[in-house]
């Protein structure tokens, strides 16, 4: 493309030349990419092994398991939730971040790059801490380990939310492998050493990864943002892009709290509960949104996101014995709360703690995600026998082994704990992790180049410079004031086409 | 954003002031979600329970029922299916309903939340008609339950598409309540009363609601359309995004005829009847629309529509033997005939009868419906013991208890009655919701302000003017040109970014 | 629309005036349409039936074969994966092929019409090969016959890829018409007679539809097609759309490798490491795109593309024992060799070799599946019985019946041959179906409106002109010189709004 032959665009490189940083990512990326894959690679093969349902064994496992049909491959049991989650941590996740004008390749371009990696990385945290089997020394995986890779994922994508359009990939990279590490290991301390159970991971996933992300992002407060200020708002197909990706996830979420739980009864009241909770949160979503507005217009950041909160408070008692009316009420209440939390807490966030949360998952991710996991410590505690039945309540919260004489209310208790441990590995993790991201050899763009793919992809397409929200009559009489510093007293929108 | 700093968009709000209605929903839109999301709660609460199959006692329930394993649970029978329907609901019906240029907020985000209010409603409604259990007084809800509320919804979704632009959401969460509790009755008499079969509602789901939103349609009827005519066409764009909607619900079709359908052979056969019905239905859309213009161009209005045509008119036989090319003719037939009615009877009902149908659903539902009762009434009426087997013939129309004497042909002829109640049930509940829609209370848009999201929605981006189809260099010599009634002498047409 | 009336138009229209060819096919698209849909109505009177899983006398079948639960249909095996395959040939392939900046409803909707009748033509073609029933002259179908339909429609979507933008619908239908057969031929061949193993078609789909659609688009060159250069860009957001494909083709590969593979291990064992292949890709992918840029930014044609080509590498060997390790090393490699063939060879190809290859087919599947065919031979050779089981091996490879002596070895021999059997189809058989559609009677456009929808299709909404890259000012000053060869000499880009 001529793009360099036109004014505009010279003047642009130009004007922008003194202050940029170096955002040449041409050795780190590559390096990065192909010396973590090799290490995947030798580490997969001298760990990572088919389980005894997905190698050409199972024959002989089948018979000696008397298992009389392949329908009872745990497969069939889980393998339509594990796409749908998959759906959710590329498709979901990936397009609820094209909202902004002009960060959409970055939004589902990185997503795409750092789930990849990410899940790689999880199967063998999540293998040496879960499943490392002590004889052979080897990780069996099969499809519930896949799904647990994309959870393990889907925490730190959580995190980018917070820092999109600021960080360079390299950056979220390394942020991915040290999110996929702490959370393996916190996730270790809540399910196998404190026994709270998780299941759709309202405090594994969504608590921990909510903080680590406002922990960096807090690290990397950028005081200056303003300067890119054109670029943070949304055009019209880009908000209807990220409708996509919040409906991907919010149609999906079922499948989400639904995926590890038990076969049979528990996977079927995690879709019913999670189900209804989303709906519920949708209602009250609108209503708060409604109301924030002197005219009762609805915001489209609300709705892409808020709709969403009931899906993760749900995460722990999904598979509870919450009852439908318990699902929607806890939908009911983080409708509202994630939606003042748009209006009210993000800008306080910002202003006040410094924390620059470009996707708002403060209030999308980590007040529902507490939410989540004190609901589901209340739920524990409340759980009895005549309710759960004897045997249910046994599977139910798995009091078996070492834990067989645990009650209820301990169980309340311990799930109470994990929450703090969730919060804790998210906020001390983050900041350490936040400092290393500090490190002036990431390739991140300077301020005023922050949400903007010209900085990391090859665009093809002009932009057209807009001024006071409609085209800029100046530009088209005189490109001459283009040149130097009366751009920035132009205060120009650049929209795209 | 600065939009009020210019001259256009100030003299274009000042223009409207004099004949805009007020449409400020703040007060209306957050009670009624409240009020009725609270209401909901407490049905819920009274009423609702999960089913022997999403509790946990089910442990108890197999060991009683002799089931050996969590697999026979129906949850693993229906799961895959629902989960395509829940995508047809929110996606599918969401952005086919996105191709005008400027309305796409409205279409996925008024779908989102009508259809989130209305499977509550609908699991409430459905219960208390078809599952409410006379000794306890409870609804036990499991995945099936889930299903007929989706379909339920649709139903709602489908009227929709009649008005789509020209309501405020306020009446369209009216429409749906009224909506779903007229299906809930309509379903009751024509599955449980005159026992006919319709597993993928050409009649219950999409007769009713064509007709129900043709009804309303025509009672809110607005003469003077024509002034919001620049913002009802689509953009290149909007129309790619439609494309999403239509092959989502055309790939996931199969799912909707055969989600509640008998477990084995009748989901399998439904699957394969709707995905050759709708395959045959493609190709003489694209052949019907060739030949309606002077060059064979097509016209993507078609595409996005008519090819679902064979979808809607295999909902009821998609489960019985009519057998692979008769589903490839019940296509072919639909295809043309739903084309055809894009091209003439849309005109016509606008003209002659006063219909303004936004989306054209009565040639995509309502017509393709009536075909479809009329194709499961011929189809159960030809059935034979020879082609069915004698249990086969039992179980696909259920002809046991009170209805085990019932013959094949009596059951076409009760059929076609559910064909009749279905159309009653649309064109006289329609019209007395309208009426109620038609109070002056509900925030509905002025007559210029039509299919515009900014009327109901904070958008951020800018609109350019254009002029006889390009940008108008009138509106860059002199902007004064917009100011006053010059503008609608210029009859220009805005187009979006 | 107006948009005659604007000089812009006019002049345009009348400057292609001359070169035209004649683009109208109102006669010839319906007439293919309706004659082949009849035909397909009259085959499959004749030929199709409802296999025994999916007719009511499955009541029958189930007590005959001592079956206890519906659940062991083969239809709750497959379902799940059938619908991701389904949206990978619909939303995948189709909106993959969105990314021109003017060619998104040819892409989708042309896309959309040549699955729909190739999935029929595919039912009978594979049919008549590979299931008709000897005694009763029927074809049988069920699950596992629609998602071999919708395979063989892959192949020619691939093929379609390479002739993107430069072919009318109706020579589209025409090389869906002879893919299909020649298809369904080389199938028999590579998997019957050569007892080849190829579940994810490695071979059969991608290696064949790769060269078939190359071989066409070698017969059709263009030595002009630089006229149409102004077309062939991406806009931004025409390439967000085209990771909606890329995504869903993605995510849903496991589904795509494992579909028709053994029930139990085989389904889940091919989940596994297609999973892994492809994310493998994604890295190595990232990481040459870099490096081809002098500051490192990223490719959005690679990342679209290259992305999915360790998913077209393990169609064969998926199903093996290739180990979660050499799932990460075929992907790993995928990555290096598809990214590098967009930078290196597809230059090469359409300079040297006259093959222009619209979207890269090449690299994303011509040569992936021969990869993946030689992994898969030797895959197979070095497959032993400590590793699989003797039962194991047996399953796996299927060596009953006829081929019950065969040895691993043997079966290398023979996947390599089933190899250049499917190379051979594809070259042999593109070369002559090119040559037929080079007759001058398809309709296909001039080499000046190549990649562009307006020639097939209504596009309501006008273009800007725009010149170097950003709106030219002399559009503005002086419509006049748009009129006449100064057009030209602007040397001006139009793009979308």
């Given at each position: 493309m001529e793009r360099n032959s036109t004014n505009y665009i010279l003047t642009r490189h130009t004007y922008c030349f003194c202050r940029?940083?170096?955002?040449?990512i041409r050795l780190t990326l590559p390096v990065v990419c192909f010396v973590w894959q090799i290490a995947m690679i030798i580490l997969f093969g001298v760990f990572i092994r088919y389980d005894e349902e997905s190698n050409t064994h199972w024959v002989e496992t089948k018979a000696h398991n008397n298992i009389t049909s392949d329908i009872e491959n745990d497969f069939y049991f889980r393998y339509p939730s594990f796409q749908d989650v998959h759906v959710m941590i590329f498709v979901g996740f990936g397009f609820l971040m094209t909202f902004l004008k002009r960060y959409s390749f970055g939004a589902v371009g990185f997503n795409f790059l750092i789930a990849s990696f990410g899940l790689q990385w999880a199967l063998l945290m999540q293998g040496w801490f879960h499943s490392l089997d002590p004889q052979t020394g080897k990780i069996f995986i099969g499809i519930e380990s896949l799904i647990n890779a994309d959870f393990c994922v889907a925490g730190c994508l959580i995190a980018y939310g917070a820092v999109l359009g600021k960080v360079s990939p390299v950056q979220l990279l390394v942020m991915t492998l040290f999110g996929v590490t702490l959370f393996a290991v916190e996730e270790y301390i809540i399910l196998?050493?404190?026994?709270?159970?998780?299941a759709g991971g309202s405090m594994v996933i969504h608590t921990f990864g909510g903080y680590y992300g406002l922990a960096i992002s807090w690290v990397l407060?950028?005081?200056?943002?303003?300067?890119?200020k054109r670029m943070q708002g949304s055009v019209y197909h880009s908000d209807t892009f990220a409708m996509i990706g919040t409906l991907f996830l919010w149609m999906f979420w079922p499948s989400f709290n639904s995926a590890?739980?038990?076969?049979g009864d528990g996977q079927h009241r995690a879709v019913i509960n999670t189900y209804l909770g989303l709906a519920s949160t949708v209602l009250t979503t609108v209503a708060i949104s409604s109301l924030s507005q002197k005219t009762g217009k609805l915001d489209m950041v609300h709705i892409q996101n808020s709709t969403l909160a009931g899906g993760v408070a749900l995460g722990t008692a999904a598979e509870f014995m919450i009852s439908p009316y318990g699902a929607l009420i806890v939908g009911f209440f983080c409708g509202i709360i994630s939606t003042m939390g748009y209006i009210f807490i993000s800008p306080f966030l910002e202003k006040t703690l410094k924390i620059q949360d470009t996707c708002g998952i403060h209030n999308l991710h980590a007040m529902p995600g507490v939410i989540g996991g004190i609901v589901g410590a209340i739920t524990a505690a409340a759980a009895s026998e005549s309710v759960y039945g004897k045997q249910g309540l046994i599977n139910t919260f798995d009091?078996?082994?070492?834990?067989?004489?645990?009650t209820v209310l301990t169980q309340g208790g311990y799930q109470a704990a994990g929450m703090c441990v969730s919060i804790v590995f998210g906020v001390v993790g983050g900041a350490i992790v936040g400092s290393i991201l500090k490190l002036p050899i990431w390739g991140d763009p300077a301020d005023e180049n922050c949400f903007d793919d010209e900085v990391y992809w090859e665009v093809r397409e002009p932009m057209v410079m807009h001024w006071h929200g409609t085209l800029c009559p100046e530009f088209w009489s005189n490109t001459n004031l283009l040149k130097g510093p009366q751009r920035s007293a132009l205060n120009p929108h650049y929209v795209q086409l």
């Open positions: 940029q940083k170096n955002t040449n196998n050493l404190l026994h709270a159970r998780d407060y950028r005081p200056n943002l303003h300067q890119s590890i739980t038990d076969h009091f078996t082994g070492d834990f067989k004489d645990r």
